[in-house]
């Protein structure tokens, strides 16, 4: 549901709020690949909307969620 929220928020209603509080969510929950996808969604949604700042942010959090993921497959060997 988190995700369904934050496309809403973020296409439809441009909620930055509802967008990082459901990001904050499924932090919670490590679900890093959905965080990987959706972040870098959000980086290429403000890049093709000329929000450089905002694309660059969403960037680093897509790039730090793929750290995530590689460090738990390390865990996991």
């Known amino acids: 549901m ?3 929220r934050l496309i ?3 296409y439809d209603e441009h909620d930055s709020l ?3 509080h ?3 969510y499924l932090k919670t929950i490590n679900l890093w690949t959905d965080i990987a996808e959706l972040t870098l969604d959000i980086a290429l949604f ?3 909307n000329g929000d450089a ?3 660059a942010e969403y960037f ?3 790039h730090h969620a793929r750290d995530q993921i590689l ?3 390390e865990e996991l060997k």
């Open 2 to 4: 988190s995700k369904f």
């Open 8 to 10: 809403h928020a973020l």
């Open 18 to 20: 509802t967008v990082e």
């Open 22 to 24: 459901a990001l904050e």
């Open 46 to 48: 403000y890049k093709k």
């Open 53 to 55: 700042k905002h694309a």
């Open 60 to 62: 680093e959090e897509s």
């Open 71 to 73: 460090k738990r497959t």
